[in-house]
């Protein structure tokens, strides 16, 4: 596995990307890894090398990359609570389009996955960007909230979502909560989007964050085993450019 970090230029700002490729011959299925609220870390890091090692490649955007400890004091708002929906939007597009034009890439296998405020991160995207083949949630919460200028939740914009959709639980997660997954799995039934969600009994939110005190080995290991499955049989069987 290599891995690299990258510079995005976006809206004026330069954007950090982690950046992993497998060993041997591409073009690879990619996949997007959205952050949690703790940014491009070591578990995120962690992530897009077990990717690498599983056959993919992948590209972790830093979404704090407009912000800085003098603004959030200025501002008196955390680095998460600056974030701006449009701006995510942009992010995750500029993310998607290096992956695209990279010579280890296969343009036409992009698929997308993120923890936490990332969960709620990979609805927005896959519901906004057509390029992604698959999407994997794990227990994103503010689903129904608009962020910074953003006008519509990812909720509101599920309409737009084009690909299969596996989400992740935690059975005692209060956000997102059961009640909000009866709502979700409510919304892409009426809508006819495919998709796939799991619960995993007395997990509780970041469930799957080995730095965290809530991780829950068992819980962790039968998900991401599920999230291979899932991305295998959506970004390893024949291209479409």
Request: net charge negative.
């Amino acid at each position: 596995m290599a891995f690299s970090w990258e510079t995005l230029r976006v809206d004026g700002s330069d954007m950090p990307v982690y950046m992993t490729v497998p060993d041997g011959d591409g073009p690879f299925p990619a996949v997007v890894v959205i952050q949690a609220a703790d940014g491009v870390d070591e578990f995120i890091q962690t992530i897009a090398g077990r990717l690498a090692d599983a056959g993919y490649a992948a590209a972790a955007p830093s979404l704090y990359h407009r912000t800085t400890e003098e603004i959030e004091k200025a501002k008196g708002k955390t680095r998460r609570q600056l974030l701006d929906d449009p701006e995510i939007v942009a992010d995750v597009n500029a993310a998607v389009e290096f992956l695209r034009q990279h010579p280890s890439v296969d343009r036409g296998r992009i698929g997308i996955t993120g923890f936490c405020m990332g969960g709620r991160v990979v609805w927005l995207a896959a519901a906004t960007n057509p390029n992604f083949k698959a999407a994997v949630p794990y227990y994103g919460g503010f689903m129904m909230d608009c962020w910074g200028e953003g006008t519509q939740s990812p909720f509101d914009l599920s309409d737009g979502i084009n690909c299969p959709i596996l989400y992740h639980f935690g059975e005692i997660d209060r956000n997102p909560s059961l009640e909000d997954m009866a709502k979700f799995d409510e919304q892409l039934t009426r809508l006819g989007k495919p998709h796939q969600f799991y619960t995993y009994p007395d997990a509780d939110h970041r469930f799957a964050d080995f730095t965290f005190t809530n991780y829950q080995k068992a819980a962790e290991e039968l998900a991401w085993s599920r999230t291979l499955e899932f991305f295998a049989a959506n970004l390893k069987g024949a291209s479409a450019a």
